[in-house]
């Protein structure tokens, strides 16, 4: 079946030690976006690559970074964690950009931060 | 994008139909109203979306009023595999396609 694959599951890293969170897709989409979602919250977009422009919303701290090297991988880079960094990561995919093509989610990426 | 009204939480006896609100009553003409899911620990899910008709597909039933300003989910026979938090958004057809989750319902399906 094609899906949104997010490895690992689940990612522990100490305070400040970089970390990579990686998604792969076999949809095809050409669009593929990263949402954080902290405890008892909605999901909160932080960027979206089509296909290679990268585009960051206003509010996500320099911090998080990303890239997309080839249609079907995504990575989000933590540079320097905090503990307010602690949360669910979701990838998600989309043919196109328009508003109304939907969204296909992965199963997300636990972020503990000690 | 309008702002959505959901109530925190619902319960709902297993069989039955669960029925979700949602107040958009500052939705523009061009805006779609979408229902996504998130069951615990997964991604969420896109269940259905309309515009100004009402729309059924193989999971669900939306029902928009006709002056647009508040819709319902229709979930017809509740299993206890829909007990989710359950999302609606309003959002411009055209423009990027950004999702801004608000809140959201938590539907309990109750043996």
């Known amino acids: 079946d094609a899906m949104v694959i997010q490895n690992p599951r689940y990612q522990v890293t100490q305070f400040g030690k970089p970390v990579t969170l990686s998604c792969s897709q076999t949809?095809?989409?050409?669009?593929m976006y990263w949402y954080q979602q902290k405890s008892s919250q909605a999901p909160k977009l932080l960027f979206h690559?089509?296909?290679?422009?990268?585009?960051n919303e206003a509010d996500t701290p320099d911090n998080f970074q990303s890239r997309r090297p080839n249609t079907s991988f995504c990575f989000l880079d933590i540079r320097s964690p905090g503990l307010g960094d602690a949360a669910m990561y979701l990838c998600?995919?989309?043919?196109?950009?328009?508003?109304?093509?939907?969204?296909?989610f992965g199963p997300g990426t636990r972020l503990t931060v000690l | 994008d309008a702002k959505t009204t959901q109530p925190p939480s619902m319960d709902c006896a297993e069989g039955r139909a669960a029925n979700l609100p949602c107040n958009h009553s500052?939705?523009?003409?061009?805006?779609?109203v979408y229902w996504y899911r998130q069951i615990h620990s997964q991604g969420p899910q896109y269940i259905i979306h309309?515009?100004?008709n009402n729309e059924t597909n193989e999971m669900a039933s939306l029902i928009i009023t006709e002056d647009r300003k508040s819709s319902t989910l229709i979930l017809p026979h509740a299993t206890l595999r829909d007990t989710a938090v359950y999302y609606c958004?309003?959002?411009?057809?055209?423009?990027?396609?950004?999702?801004?989750f608000g809140t959201g319902t938590r539907l309990t399906v109750i043996p």
């Open positions: 500052t939705i523009s003409g061009n805006e779609y």
């Open positions: 690559y089509y296909d290679k422009d990268f585009n």
């Open positions: 958004i309003v959002r411009v057809a055209s423009g990027a396609n950004n999702l801004f």
């Open positions: 309309g515009l100004k």
């Open positions: 949809l095809n989409h050409n669009v």
């Open positions: 998600a995919t989309s043919r196109d950009p328009t508003a109304t093509d939907t969204q296909y």
